[in-house]
């Protein structure tokens, strides 16, 4: 058994955009693909000339906040292994976590309309 990337495409051989994937498939198993919907390989749709769309504002906005976060977690890391931080250090760790606070609770509350106060 051979097990390949595809990638769901619209059955409107007019419409190039990709509308999931990549995912493995191993050809035989039972898929079930919502109507209008078909299967490609990955190489079929590059050769295809099918695109991604661009991702949505909101989109993007959600992988800055998760980046903020990261960030937001590396910067405490760092914080909490100071023996001695100096009252600047203090401020700015605040100031810091004030704004990862902010950037969680916007992407758990999926409010990603903007990334202000992140």
């Known amino acids: 058994m051979t097990v390949e990337k595809y990638v769901i495409v619209s059955t409107d051989v007019t419409d190039k955009v990709i509308k999931d994937g990549p995912l493995l498939w191993d050809g035989i198993s039972s898929l079930q693909l919502g109507a209008g919907l ?20 909101t989109e ?21 292994g100071l023996s001695n931080p100096t009252a600047a250090q203090t401020a700015v760790h605040v100031r810091r ?9 916007k992407y758990m509350l999926d409010q990603t309309g903007d990334t202000d106060g992140t």
């Open 60 to 80: 993007q906005n959600a992988a800055t906040l998760r980046d903020r976060i990261g960030i937001g977690l590396v910067a405490s890391a760092v914080y909490a």
């Open 38 to 57: 078909q299967l490609i390989k990955v190489t079929a749709a590059d050769q295809g000339g099918y695109t991604r769309r661009a991702p949505s504002a």
């Open 97 to 105: 976590l004030s704004l990862l606070t902010t950037a969680l609770a």
